[in-house]
């Protein structure tokens, strides 16, 4: 009796149903727009930095309608200068394809400027993760002189404990550890050297940016 109780308090649970259409919605395909290399090398570098997959940030930036919408209302398509573009293939979600497309031919604003427009919100996302980047640089030489002092007690315990003293072999397992860490961390400023080079002036206006 028990069990039949609770197999029907469980047929009673009403659980959300994805629509067709939902579904249909967050399929991927491709999309190519002729943007400026500043605009690619933004959205590549806020991926990278935030661990994302370009995809995520795309359709974070186009499936909003009501964003859209503001952002195609301000541009002056008649005093659009087009700098020189590159040929760009992404992967986007039909319902941000299909966002994009709509509010383009509502307000007759071109798609590749709707999307420069969009990525220029992720220029103060940029400019505080190459401050962190500035950062993160001065204090890794601190962790580098700290491994340099490990590793310089580590000498002293194998030279008057020897290799089977358990202090010694606690201190070799921590400094494994630590040589391990510092190999990410390494890798964590090498991987935002990109944000060095790039500069805030390439994600400018499009209103004003030089043609070729």
Not at 181 to 200: A, C, N, S, W, Y
């Amino acid at each position: 009796m028990a069990d039949r109780s609770k197999h029907e308090t469980l047929v009673e649970i009403s659980i959300p149903q994805a629509t067709a259409a939902e579904l249909m919605g967050k399929q991927s395909v491709r999309a190519t727009f002729k943007l400026s290399a500043g605009c690619i090398e933004a959205i590549s570098i806020v991926a990278t930095q935030l661990g994302i997959k370009q995809k995520s940030l795309f359709d974070h930036l186009v499936e909003d309608p009501q964003v859209l919408s503001s952002i195609a209302r301000g541009i002056d398509t008649e005093s659009i200068i087009r700098p020189h573009r590159i040929q760009k293939t992404y992967v986007i979600s039909r319902r941000s394809l299909y966002s994009l497309e709509k509010i383009s031919k509502s307000y007759n604003a071109p798609r590749d400027a709707l999307i420069e427009y969009s990525v220029q919100r992720l220029l103060p996302i940029i400019l505080k993760e190459r401050e962190k980047h500035r950062r993160r640089k001065k204090l890794l030489v601190g962790l580098r002189n700290h491994m340099l002092e490990g590793r310089k007690l580590l000498g002293k315990l194998h030279e008057q404990l020897g290799e089977q003293d358990p202090l010694f072999e606690k201190m070799a397992a921590a400094m494994g550890l630590y040589e391990s860490t510092q190999h990410q961390m390494e890798d964590i400023v090498k991987r935002g050297e990109i944000l060095e080079q790039f500069e805030p002036e390439t994600l400018g206006d499009p209103e004003s940016q030089a043609t070729d």
